[in-house]
């Protein structure tokens, strides 16, 4: 008698440990939006992770939801690669915007040449050369089947490591002072291994959630001795940190996010679980800790207007962004262009040492530089993601790391309406992990329910 049963072939444990250490190698290196040495190391691995899930095959079921991912990542590379296509003079001087560089080439007695979509193309490949590593980082989660835990893991532990560097820059004395900064051009504040405080925060907010999910896994395990009860220590303990780290941090941004994003992890607790015990309580101080913040003579000056040199306000630069969308619409200006077309709208007499390199809102700077087409990509991709949150929180088979990178992300696109999170290689691999996680939430549980039924027959030979 022989017990025969089909099976998936079963990836090794040294090809599932490719995902999770490429992405903590992102959140250690690619914390800047720049390209910086970190950035370019992260883009050099990542045709080499594309490359091995490809040549590996699809091992996890491909549902409507992760075919529609991969269709809208394929539809976005297909309209950056149209904007490097030349066009001759008589098309391209006449898109709107383009106005300016044919009177420049005019005023030095140049023939118009060929020139493409892209107002500044090599920015452009910079670009495509970013969008490299999240794309790395959705094709594993897709075609090479990953435990959901250690993706969780290995964002919370990052999250920790980043609260732990910038207790050691705020203890440090700040930029120009403290060791512990990475970058030269950098924020004041707990930034960890980003650039930008920011960014930072939106690590925090993206992980805090995932630590929760460590937590209500215990939920799932009788006895919680074994694997479970250390990933509960590191659960709590990461709850704990993040909400020092975002106090730590000051962003504003994370600042105001983290409230709702605590009340919602809340969600991915059992009913009547004790654990609700200490995570309420939790969002409570965390409030108030913002609230003690958010009056401190440090920010009081930023949020009344009183420090008018730090920076320009958010507001100016959306104007100024919007005006750009509608001269150049409904082409845009190319990815990668904003800083390069941002400046026609300055007054020269009025520049400063400010340089704005992003119009601190993702949306509106994406529409400005991929004009009409980026804008209906971006509708679809919002109606995926909105389609695919309410599948995972409506379906009882969901886990608790699925539902937990429904918020993490969600908490990185409300982020990108006030700054630009998912332009760093360390966010965008967070974000396309998150989506891997939802889009394959769905199929997992259908493989787990149809290994089961092949588990109650036998054939008997």
């Keep these: 008698m022989a017990i025969a049963a089909s099976q998936k072939p079963v990836v090794s444990r040294s090809a599932q440990a490719i995902l999770p250490a490429f992405l903590l190698l992102c959140l250690l290196a690619g914390g800047s939006s720049r390209a910086t040495w970190g950035n370019l190391a992260l883009q050099a691995l990542a045709p080499l992770v594309i490359a091995f899930a490809i040549a590996t095959g699809a091992t996890v079921d491909q549902n409507r939801n ?241 420090d008018t040199s730090s920076f ?18 409904p082409f845009g200006t190319g990815v990668g262009s904003f800083p390069s077309v941002y400046v026609l709208t300055e007054d020269p007499r009025a520049i400063g040492l400010t340089y704005i390199n992003h119009a601190h809102n993702d949306f509106l700077e994406l529409i400005l530089e991929t004009g009409l087409a980026g804008l209906l990509l971006l509708c679809a991709s919002l109606v995926w993601w909105l389609m695919t949150a309410f599948k995972v929180w409506l379906s009882p088979s969901s886990g608790q790391f699925s539902r937990a990178a429904t918020i993490a992300s969600g908490a990185l696109i409300l982020h990108g309406l006030v700054d630009y999170p998912m332009r760093t290689g360390a966010l965008s691999a967070v974000m396309a992990a998150c989506l891997g996680m939802m889009a394959i939430a769905q199929s997992q549980s259908r493989q787990e329910w149809s290994r089961f039924r092949t588990a109650r027959h036998i054939k008997i030979a």
């Design 66 to 306: 992760s075919k529609a991912l991969l269709w809208l990542l394929g539809a976005w590379l297909v309209l950056i690669l149209l904007q490097l296509v030349p066009l001759p003079p008589a098309i391209w001087s006449g898109l709107p915007g383009r106005e300016v560089v044919a009177e420049g080439y005019r005023a030095l007695g140049y023939a118009l040449p060929w020139l493409p979509l892209a107002m500044a193309p090599y920015e452009l490949l910079r670009s495509l050369g970013a969008l490299l590593v999240p794309a790395a980082v959705l094709l594993m989660m897709l075609r090479v089947r990953q435990n959901e835990v250690w993706i969780g893991v290995v964002i919370v532990i990052g999250a920790l490591a980043g609260v732990t560097l910038g207790a050691l820059q705020v203890g440090g004395g700040g930029p120009g002072q403290s060791p512990w900064y990475l970058y030269e051009i950098t924020n004041v504040g707990a930034v960890g291994f980003f650039a930008n405080s920011n960014h930072m925060g939106s690590l925090l907010l993206a992980a805090f959630p995932f630590a929760v999910a460590l937590v209500a896994r215990t939920q799932m395990s009788r006895s919680g001795k074994g694997f479970a009860a250390p990933m509960a220590i590191l659960g709590a303990a990461g709850c704990l940190l993040i909400a020092v780290g975002v106090a730590l941090n000051r962003s504003l941004a994370a600042l105001a996010l983290f409230v709702p994003v605590v009340f919602a992890s809340i969600l991915l607790l059992r009913q009547g679980s004790k654990h609700k015990r200490w995570i309420a309580p939790l969002s409570i101080v965390a409030a108030i800790v913002c609230l003690a913040i958010l009056t401190g003579a440090g920010l009081r000056a930023e949020l009344s207007g009183g």
């Design 312 to 329: 320009v306000t958010r507001t100016e630069m959306w104007s100024r962004t919007a005006s750009l969308v509608a001269d150049s619409f």
